[in-house]
């Protein structure tokens, strides 16, 4: 059983950065395969960011590619979504998941544990 917990969503203007924190609880934290993802209001959920359990291996939606950056820290339990160069269209709540395994990282379906959300708005 994993709980995961987000934090450091808030408003930012177009063009700028935040930083997003996951916290996992349990100690199989660095076992699990990590995920980003988001949805906007009307929308479904979408993939973001994945990094593998080791953090050597990380892979993005092609929309947030060379602005995102996922990242983890087993010691610390925690995993990462460095978002730069904002645009108003990554408005949305953005989520957390964990799963086993490193296939399937894009769909949400593959997940078995989520975090509640945090809001990203970004004016433009």
């Known amino acids: 059983q994993v709980q995961l917990v987000e934090s450091g969503g808030g408003l930012v203007q177009a063009g700028g950065s935040l930083r997003l924190s996951c916290a996992a609880s349990?100690?199989?934290?660095?076992?699990?395969?990590m995920g980003w993802f988001r949805q906007a209001p009307g929308k479904e959920r979408e993939f973001v960011a994945a990094?593998?359990?080791?953090?050597?291996?990380?892979y993005y939606a092609d929309s947030v590619k060379g602005r995102f950056t996922i990242s983890r820290d087993n010691a610390k339990n925690t995993v990462y979504l460095q978002m730069n160069s904002l645009k108003a269209e990554d408005t949305a709540v953005y989520y957390c998941?964990?799963?086993?395994?490193?296939?399937?990282?894009?769909?949400?379906?593959?997940?078995?544990?989520w975090g509640q959300g945090t809001q990203v708005t970004v004016s433009s």
């Open positions: 998941a964990a799963k086993r395994g490193g296939s399937t990282w894009y769909k949400t379906t593959a997940y078995a544990y």
């Open positions: 349990g100690r199989t934290f660095s076992s699990y395969m």
């Open positions: 990094i593998s359990w080791d953090g050597l291996s990380t």
